[in-house]
């Protein structure tokens, strides 16, 4: 098992510029979720999937943030028109979704916006 | 909106000691808590949970839970230097994993030799 599969691990980009993240779940878990962890802001929530459909994304700044769910083996994150307020370290956690399961996060992705 | 708050912000143990982290949440109807830990430059990784009042005794940890106090607790006894890390308490409405959680902004440890 690898665990979730994060890509790319770090990532600079010019303000202005889009951003794409990606994410491969615990093969099996129908929950896939997205995270944002910054040293101020500590780590929060801004949206997540269950069997592919979204389910709750209160978390996400609605103007340039954008999650889909495409097939149950992947997820991405998208963030157009970068800004430095969003240099973060995106994280992703899946699970199971049955019974009194354990979220499983993911290495992370480091954006950089400069 | 869940408020969820840690102490202390950091915390510097003599090896061999007992470690004590503390977590307050905000919304009475939260039915799941969990402690997740952080090394440096790692994915966070989930040490332990509980839903219902009480306390659950893992190893060397501990977690105990008083809703009515809106609190839980982590207790690591015997810390070694491999515990140093960021702490992380979180939160869900629900009573599984299955949802989104909230954080606390953590608490640093550092474990000296």
């Known amino acids: 098992n690898a665990g979730v599969i994060q890509t790319p691990r770090h990532k600079v980009t010019g303000k202005g510029q889009e951003a794409t993240l990606w994410c491969e779940p615990i093969s099996g878990h129908s929950a896939v979720f997205w995270y944002r962890q910054t040293i101020v802001q500590g780590l929060e929530f801004l949206t997540y999937?269950?069997?592919?459909?979204?389910?709750?994304d209160s978390g996400m700044p609605k103007e340039r943030f954008s999650a889909q769910m495409p097939n149950q083996s992947h997820s991405t994150l998208k963030i157009q028109s970068t800004q430095p307020q969003d240099s973060a370290v995106y994280l992703c956690?899946?699970?199971?979704?049955?019974?009194?399961?354990?979220?499983?996060f993911g290495p992370g992705t480091r954006l950089l916006v400069l | 909106q869940q408020k969820v708050q840690q102490s202390p912000e950091s915390l510097i143990v003599p090896e061999g000691a007992m470690t004590s982290l503390n977590c307050t949440f905000s919304d009475s109807a939260s039915q799941y808590f969990a402690w997740y830990r952080q090394h440096s430059g790692k994915a966070p990784k989930a040490l332990m949970s509980i839903f219902s009042n009480g306390e659950k005794e893992e190893g060397r940890f501990t977690i105990h839970l008083n809703k009515a106090s809106l609190h839980f607790s982590l207790h690591i006894r015997d810390s070694q230097p491999s515990d140093s890390a960021l702490y992380l308490c979180a939160v869900s409405m629900t009573n599984s994993a299955g949802n989104k959680l909230t954080f606390g902004i953590g608490t640093r440890v550092l474990v000296r030799p």
């Open positions: 956690a899946s699970s199971s979704g049955q019974g009194q399961d354990t979220q499983y």
């Open positions: 999937f269950r069997n592919q459909a979204p389910i709750d």
